[in-house]
C-alpha cells in the first residue's frame, strides 16, 4: 500500500479499492470497509481513553481468527485471510496496509502496540474503576 487512507466514510471506495487488490482471486475469509470501521469503532469502545491519548496505538487485526484443530494444521498449512493494519494518528485512523497472511489462532482478532502514553491512560481508567 502506497500511503495510509484515513478510515472515513469519505474514502470508502478507495479502501475497498485496496482491500480488492488483497483479495484478488480470493474466495473465503474475506472483509470489506465495514469490518475495517467496526475494528476501528471497537477498539476505542476496548480502551476507552481519550483519543488525544491513542496517537501513535497501531492494531493488527484479523477478524477471521480461529482455532483449527491439531490434525488439520498438522497436516495442512492453515487457511488464508485478509488482514489488516491501523495505527491511530492524529486525524483517526489510519488504514496502514491490507494483505493477506494465515490465519491467527485461538481467536485473538487484534492485537494491540500501545504507545506508553495510550499505556498509561489504560492504567489510569483500570485503577479510577475499583
Known sequence: MSKNIYVTEENREIIEGRIAE???????????????????RGIER????????MVGVKAD????????????????RPPQSTQFTLEYKR????LIRVYRD????????????LTDSARAAVIERAERRF
Open 22 to 40: 488483497a483479495q484478488r482471486g480470493c474466495s473465503v475469509r474475506k472483509i470489506g470497509y465495514d469490518d475495517i470501521a467496526g475494528a476501528t
Open 61 to 76: 487485526v484479523d477478524p477471521h481468527a480461529q482455532h483449527f484443530a491439531k490434525s488439520y494444521t498438522r497436516n495442512y
Open 46 to 53: 476496548h480502551l476507552g481513553i481519550a483519543k488525544s491519548r
Open 91 to 94: 486525524a483517526g485512523w489510519a
Open 102 to 113: 494465515d490465519c491467527h489462532q485461538y481467536g485473538t482478532t487484534t492485537q494491540l502496540h
